[in-house]
Nanobody
Framework: QVQLVESGGGLAQPGGSLRLSCAAS????????MSWYRQAPGKERELVAT???????NYADSVKGRFTISRDNGKNTVYLQMNSLKPEDTAVYYC?????WGKGTLVTVSS
């Protein structure tokens, strides 16, 4: 059974940083691309970042230069390092593999 468990969300000030983690199980993690999505209140879920099995990364324009996605295949974990946070980054962040989703972790950016 596939499981994706996010952690690391919380409250940050504008300009601050948070690091999200997603622990994956139930599939051969190292063979697949992984993604982070987010959903702000009243808005569509949007793709934030993707990392391929080979380590190639892609980012939404809104986070490029501020966020970094990475993975540790030995730990079956994908990370999202979020720097220079803005209030508009406030959302529930979800880990994704194919049609599988974690339950999300809330990130709030506020003074």
């Amino acid at each position: 059974q596939v499981q994706l468990v996010e952690s690391g969300g919380g409250l940050a000030q504008p300009g601050g940083s948070l690091r999200l983690s997603c622990a994956a199980s139930g599939f051969t993690f190292s063979r697949y691309a992984m993604s982070w999505y987010r959903q702000a209140p009243g808005k569509e879920r949007e793709l934030v970042a993707t990392i391929t099995s080979g380590g190639t990364t892609n980012y939404a324009d809104s986070v490029k230069g501020r966020f970094t996605i990475s993975r540790d295949n030995g730990k079956n974990t994908v990370y999202l390092q979020m720097n220079s946070l803005k209030p508009e980054d406030t959302a529930v962040y979800y880990c994704n593999w194919r049609a599988n989703w974690g339950k999300g972790t809330l990130v709030t950016v506020s003074s």
